[in-house]
C-alpha cells in the first residue's frame, strides 16, 4: 500500500512516499480502507517535531503522517464485534491516515450515516470533535454566555462559531483579513474585527459595555494571547488550545491575576475523546447538525497523496480557508 511518511523532522520536504505491505488487525483493531483523510496542523506540528515528547499524543519514527480518516471496513480483529467488512466509518487520534490502509482500535470507529458524504464526514472529524468539547465542555455556552472566536474563518473556528449559535452565546470573532471576516459572519458571528495588533482586545471592551467577554478560544498562541487576556471579563475564561502564531513560554501566572483573576486552560482533543459513548455521542450530534442544515463545513483545498508536501505548505502559509483534506485512491 502506499504511505506518507517521516523519518526525521523538518519542513514538508522530510514528507516521504513509500510502498508498505497492508497492515493486519491485531484482536482488538479493524482495517479500514481509506477514502479520505484530514489534514491537520496537528499533522504539520507532528512532521516539525513539537510532539517528539508529547505524552498526550506520542509517536516514534518513522511515523506515517495522518490523525483522521474515513473508509470503510476491510477486515476486523477476533474480538470486534461492532462492526463487519463493508461498514462505512471515521475515526479521530490515530496514526497513519496518509495511507490506503490503517488499523484502528475498535472503540475509537464512529459509524457514519449512509447519507453523510464521506468528504463532508471527514472534514467533521478532528474539526468538528474539537469545537464539539470547546464549545459543550470547556467554554461552556449557552444563552447569556459571550465568547470570541479567533482564527474565525478557519476549520475549527468556523465550526466553533456555528456551535456558539447553536448553544444560544453571542459570539465575536476575529480574522485577518474582511474578506476572512465575511465567512465569519455568514456564520453567525454577532461581530468580526481584525487582530489590529490587539486592538481587538479594546472592541470587544467597547461592543461588551467595557466588561469584556466571558470566554476567548485562543488557537493562535504568541501574537494575540496576551491581548485575549484584555478582552476577557473578569473571573473570565482563556482557553487556548492551539498556538498556530507560535508558543508563549514567558508567562507569570501573576498575569493571570493583574488582568482579572482569569483562569486560562490548554485542553487537548484525546482527554475529551477518552470513551467510545463519549466519541459518538460527539460524533452523533456534529453529523445531526450537517446532515439538517444548522452546522456547515466549508472544504479549503483536495489534495491526493501525490501532493502532500503542496498541501502541508498551503497549510503552513494559510492559503486555504476551511478543512483541507486528502483524498486517498
Excluded at 516539525?48 to 495522518?66: D, E, F, N, W
Excluded at 461498514?87 to 453523510?116: E, K
Aim: aromatic share 6%; with cysteine; glycine share 12%.
Amino acid at each position: 500500500m502506499r504511505a506518507i511518511q517521516i523519518d526525521r523532522y523538518g519542513g514538508p520536504e522530510v514528507l516521504v512516499r513509500r510502498e508498505l505491505p497492508v497492515p493486519v488487525p491485531k484482536p482488538d483493531e479493524v482495517l479500514v480502507r481509506l477514502a479520505y483523510s484530514g489534514i491537520n496542523f496537528m499533522d504539520v506540528h507532528t512532521r516539525q517535531g513539537k510532539y517528539a515528547r508529547s505524552t498526550t499524543y506520542p509517536q516514534t519514527l518513522p511515523t506515517t503522517l495522518g490523525i483522521e480518516g474515513v473508509g470503510t471496513v476491510e477486515a476486523v480483529g477476533a474480538e470486534v464485534a461492532d462492526f463487519r467488512p463493508g461498514d462505512r466509518v471515521g475515526y479521530c487520534l490515530c496514526w497513519g491516515s496518509y495511507a490506503d490502509f490503517a488499523t484502528v482500535p475498535a472503540w475509537r470507529l464512529i459509524p457514519l450515516p449512509p447519507d453523510l458524504p464521506f468528504d463532508r464526514a471527514v472534514a467533521a472529524m478532528f474539526h468538528g470533535l474539537t469545537a464539539h468539547y470547546l464549545a459543550n465542555d470547556v467554554g461552556k455556552l449557552g444563552p447569556g454566555v459571550t465568547c470570541l472566536v479567533h482564527a474565525a474563518s478557519g476549520g475549527i473556528g468556523q465550526i466553533l462559531v456555528q456551535m456558539g449559535v447553536r448553544l444560544g452565546a453571542t459570539v465575536y470573532a476575529t480574522t485577518s483579513t474582511p474578506e476572512k471576516a465575511a465567512i465569519a459572519r455568514g456564520r453567525g458571528a454577532a461581530e468580526v474585527v481584525t487582530y489590529d495588533n490587539g486592538g481587538f482586545a479594546d472592541r470587544m471592551r467597547d461592543v461588551t459595555g467595557g466588561r469584556g467577554v466571558d470566554v476567548v478560544f485562543d488557537a493562535i498562541g504568541k501574537p494575540t494571547l496576551r491581548d485575549s487576556f484584555r478582552a476577557t471579563a473578569k473571573k473570565g475564561l482563556v482557553v487556548a488550545y492551539g498556538s498556530v502564531g507560535g508558543n508563549v513560554s514567558d508567562l507569570d501566572p501573576i498575569e493571570l491575576g493583574e488582568a482579572g483573576s482569569l483562569f486560562l486552560t490548554r485542553p487537548r482533543l484525546a482527554d475529551h475523546l477518552d470513551d467510545v459513548e463519549t466519541i459518538r455521542r460527539r460524533a452523533a450530534d456534529i453529523f445531526c447538525g450537517l446532515l439538517d442544515g444548522s452546522l456547515s463545513i466549508d472544504i479549503g483545498g483536495r489534495f491526493s497523496l501525490d501532493d502532500v508536501e503542496a498541501a502541508h505548505s498551503d497549510l503552513e502559509h494559510r492559503r486555504n480557508v476551511g478543512k483541507p483534506i486528502l483524498k486517498i485512491g
